[in-house]
């Protein structure tokens, strides 16, 4: 039995920051979107101690390991995108590094493989192409059937709410 490959289309419409924007790359190349005003943010890795008593051994222990972790982390963000690892590691190190959906997608970062408009654009050019097969079937019924019909105007009602959505 071979191993199935599926689809994972990731979105973001807001902010994807920290875990969220690691979740984000990891979407199928070719169906991660990010809207023109979305925000992506990364960042080191944290942690988060309420009492702790530690030793200089046990500092040097957690920071080797913290290391190891975030080095792996930016290993596989360069490979999900554009960037280098020494990039990445130098605008992450000590500071987050903002990312909006159209520097996601800027050809030398490439987290983010198309927008909203480009989305809504072959939405709109499917819908049309539905709009015009239904025109011409319908012409070629004799009888007319009620579900061609509302088909039909579900159709149309798409392609208003999609030139609406374009001039956003």
């Known amino acids: 039995m071979g191993i199935q490959k599926c689809v994972c289309e990731t979105r973001v419409h807001g902010i994807a920051a920290s875990a969220a924007a690691i ?3 990891a979407g199928t190349r070719g169906y991660r979107v990010a809207g023109s005003r979305a925000e992506l ?14 030793t200089p051994s046990d500092q040097e222990d957690q920071s080797r390991i913290l290391r190891h972790l975030q ?4 290993a596989w963000l360069a490979k999900r995108g554009k960037m280098s690892k020494a990039d990445l590691d130098s605008r992450m190190r000590k500071k987050e590094l903002w990312l909006n959906g159209l520097d996601a997608r800027n ?3 490439g987290y983010s493989d198309r927008g909203m408009k480009e989305i809504l654009a ?7 192409a539905s709009q015009a097969i239904i025109k011409l ?3 070629n019924l004799k009888t007319e059937e009620s579900a061609l019909i ?3 105007r579900n159709l149309i009602v798409m392609a208003d ?6 001039k956003i």
Do not use: G
């Open 137 to 139: 079937v319908s012409k």
């Open 122 to 128: 072959e939405l709109r050019n499917k819908v049309i």
């Open 161 to 166: 709410l999609l030139k609406k959505a374009d």
């Open 71 to 74: 080095d792996s982390i930016t």
């Open 107 to 109: 050809l030398d970062r």
């Open 23 to 25: 979740i984000f790359c």
């Open 150 to 152: 509302e088909i039909a």
């Open 41 to 54: 943010m990364f960042h080191e890795l944290f942690t988060f101690k309420f009492i702790a008593i530690e």
